[in-house]
């Protein structure tokens, strides 16, 4: 496979639930982002990694985790959720470190929906 | 604040011109950029223009002008392939992207 992978395409989940969103690249690129994607709202960066480590967090609640163990593979980690949390979850990965200056790979999303 | 404003949604003729505007304001400029979405795919890059002026990619063409803080996308001899979002997105002077909210294209007949 080549670009950026996310799996699951689509996910349901009760507000109780635990659920996990994942996304490898395989590019070779040393930064990886995950941003959220709600329905005629600007993209909004939720978290950014730069080989390994992260290094934004933009005030994200602490239901979503992120995780990434090494430079070809991100998750979310997502537990207790809100309705309003339902959004595309957009995985991104940028050849340099972690710039808003880099053209970004995007993977095709995760829909998650929250009941 | 930052803000970048675009058309929520435009419709256009398969086989005309259509110009997309994206007007900012951000505290800094390092660049920017037009990202094309089609429904239930990713986003992917079309162009970044820096400096002043028009950039030519095939039938996509992006123009700049950073005194008026004013870009546009020009898609020429439109196809139905071309109905997609296209995102208009700022590098500020700390070199964070600022989105706009998308413009919705759509093609027709």
């Known amino acids: 496979e080549t670009g950026v992978t996310q799996t699951p395409r689509h996910l349901v989940m009760g507000m109780t639930n635990k659920k996990s969103l994942k996304c490898e690249q395989h590019l070779g690129h040393n930064a990886m982002y995950w941003y959220k994607q709600s329905a005629k709202k600007p993209l909004e960066l939720m978290f950014v990694y730069s080989l390994e480590e992260r290094v934004e967090n933009n005030s994200v609640p602490s239901r979503f985790s992120p995780e990434c163990p090494n430079s070809s593979h991100l998750f979310l980690h997502l537990h207790t959720l809100q309705p309003e949390d339902s959004a595309l979850y957009l995985c991104a990965s940028s050849q340099e470190s972690a710039s808003g200056a880099n053209v970004l790979t995007f993977g095709a999303g995760s829909r998650l929906t929250v009941l | ?109």
């Open chain 2, 1 to 109: 604040g930052q803000n970048i404003d675009q058309p929520t949604e435009m419709t256009a003729t398969e086989g005309a011109i259509v110009q997309i505007n994206c007007t900012y304001q951000t505290s800094g400029f390092n660049g920017l950029f037009w990202y094309q979405q089609h429904a239930g795919e990713a986003p992917t890059f079309l162009s970044y223009n820096v400096l002043d002026g028009l950039e030519e990619k095939g039938r996509f063409s992006s123009f700049l002008s950073r005194s008026k803080g004013y870009s546009y996308l020009l898609l020429k001899e439109l196809q139905m392939k071309d109905s997609a979002s296209y995102l208009c997105a700022v590098v500020d002077s700390n070199y964070q992207l600022i989105w706009g909210a998308g413009t919705k294209l759509i093609i027709k007949p």
